[in-house]
C-alpha cells in the first residue's frame, strides 16, 4: 500500500503543493528585481526536486515527487495541480505578499499536523525539513536592495522574518536556518 493511500485527495494536493507555495512566498517576501525573481523560482524549483537526491529513503517525499508514467499522464497531473492551485489561491483572495504569506504559513502548520498525524516519526521530520530547506535556498538565491547585482543583503530582514516565520508554522527544529 502506498502512502499515499493514508491521505484525502486534498491532503495529499497540499501537502504537494506547500513546498512551492514556500518557494512562492519566500521570493515575494521582498523585492529581487526580474533577474532575482527567476533566480529565485528556480532555486524553489531544484529545491523541491533535490529532495529525491536527499531524501531517497523518505517514502513521503518521493511518492510527493513521483514522476508519471507517460507524457499523457503528466500532461494531466500538470493541468490538474494547476486547476486546484489556481481555486485554491482565488478562494483565499490574495490580494498582497502578506496575504499570501499568511496563507502559506496556514498550509505549514496544516502539513505539519498531517504528517505527524499520517506519517513515520522520520517521514514527517524529513518533510519538515526539506521544507524548510527550499524556504532557505530560495532566500539565497538573489540579493536583495543593491543596483544590477552589486551590494545589497543575501537574505533580507524580510526573508528571514519569514523564514523564521516558516520554520515556527512547520514545526522544524530551530537553528536550522542559514540566515
Known amino acids: 500500500m502506498s502512502i ?3 491521505f484525502t485527495e486534498d491532503e495529499w494536493f497540499l501537502l504537494s503543493s506547500t513546498p512551492a507555495m514556500i518557494g512562492a512566498a519566500m521570493s515575494a517576501a521582498a523585492p529581487s528585481g526580474v533577474i532575482g525573481t527567476v533566480k529565485e523560482m528556480t532555486a524553489g524549483m531544484r529545491g523541491t526536486v533535490q529532495g529525491l537526491t536527499d531524501y531517497p529513503d523518505s517514502e513521503l517525499v518521493t511518492a510527493l515527487l513521483e514522476k508519471a508514467q507517460n507524457w499523457d499522464e503528466a500532461k494531466e497531473k500538470a493541468s490538474d495541480y494547476r486547476e486546484k492551485a489556481k481555486a485554491r489561491l482565488d478562494g483565499a483572495q490574495i490580494k498582497s505578499r502578506e496575504d499570501l504569506q499568511d496563507h502559506v504559513l496556514a498550509d505549514c502548520a496544516a502539513a505539519a499536523k498531517l504528517v505527524d498525524a499520517k506519517c513515520s516519526a522520520e517521514d514527517a521530520k524529513t518533510y519538515k525539513e526539506w521544507s524548510v ?12 536592495g543593491g543596483i544590477l547585482g552589486f551590494g ?3 537574505v533580507s530582514a524580510e526573508e528571514s522574518e519569514l523564514l ?16
Not at 135 to 144: P, Y
Not at 164 to 179: N, S, V, W, Y
Request: charged share 30%; hydrophobic share 40%; net charge positive.
Open 4 to 6: 499515499k493511500n493514508e
Open 133 to 144: 530547506k527550499i524556504a532557505n535556498k530560495v532566500a539565497q538565491a538573489a540579493k536583495e
Open 152 to 154: 545589497g543583503e543575501r
Open 164 to 179: 523564521r516565520k516558516i520554520e515556527t508554522a512547520i514545526g522544524a527544529p530551530t537553528g536550522q536556518l542559514m540566515a
